[in-house]
């Protein structure tokens, strides 16, 4: 980084009084899942919500809020990065539809202030049916055993089919068929011989949490930040993951 950007910012005075703006911004996760509260103080009006960015450990938003009379509301945002500074004008244009999305956001939810309750039922009304559908879908001890001797019972039936239709059957089959059936031993001798080379997976399945944990520890190691940074950050700044410091030295100590 030679030349360091500063943080985009952006003032607006809102004609609602502070209460109601208070309100609008901690609604604001509601509309746009991306942003998670990680700090927020009502007596003096400050706020921090973090949001996750492709391939990138994502930025920070500072929401400052100032009363300017008993209908006006002062809200001063910042857009800062989760580390380091903006060095790219593509970061920039980035962190400038994050401040469009969240005044858009905080503008609806002040329009119509049944908004912030509307999101909050239907909310809740998903989390209670896929809580229930889990609960149905939830097999007990004697399904799990009846499922799996029917998955025998489906095994043994098809292998006497196989075995009734002379499917491992050691002859040739001289009757001609439109089909990879009708190619004889000789045929396939002669053909070129196909060399198997072993293909080992990508990524193997790991142990180190949820696929968000891995992504917030991956985003770390691969921007080249120290295990030590690394568990500071982690624990301090993206704790709503609950990443446990183990789980981090694993991962690390697994890449070398």
């Known amino acids: 980084m030679i030349h360091a950007i500063p943080n985009p910012t952006r003032k607006v005075t809102l004609s609602y009084p502070i209460d109601q703006v208070k309100q609008a911004v901690k609604d604001i996760p509601l509309k746009h899942t991306r942003y998670l509260q990680q700090e927020g103080n009502d007596a003096i009006g400050m706020y921090t919500f973090s949001a996750l960015e492709f391939l990138s450990l994502g930025v920070f938003v500072d929401i400052n809020l100032s009363e300017v009379s008993e209908t006006k509301t002062e ?8 580390i380091g500074s903006f060095d790219e004008q593509y970061e ?29 039922r239907e909310k809740e009304e998903k989390e209670a049916e896929m809580a229930r559908k889990a609960e149905e879908n939830k097999m007990t001890p004697s399904d799990k055993k009846r499922a799996v001797l029917i998955g025998l019972l489906v095994g043994v039936v098809a292998i006497a ?3 009734a239709s002379g499917m491992f059957s050691d002859e040739d089959d001289t009757t001609p068929q439109k089909s990879y059936t009708s190619i004889s031993k000789t045929s396939l001798a002669s053909t070129t011989p196909v060399v198997k080379k072993e293909v080992k997976p990508i990524v193997e399945k790991t142990t180190y949490g949820t696929a968000d944990q891995e992504m917030v520890i991956y ?4 921007n080249g930040v120290s295990l030590e940074a690394a568990k500071r950050n982690i624990t301090s700044h993206w704790s709503q993951y609950k990443i446990t410091t183990k789980q981090i030295e694993d991962y690390y100590n697994n890449q070398k």
């Open 161 to 163: 089919i196989m075995i």
């Open 92 to 120: 920039v244009s980035k962190a400038g539809r994050h401040i469009n999305r969240i005044l858009t956001a905080v503008g609806d939810f002040l329009e119509n202030p049944e908004l912030g309750a509307q999101l909050k």
């Open 75 to 82: 809200l001063a945002l910042e857009i800062r990065r989760a």
């Open 219 to 222: 985003t770390h190691y691969k």
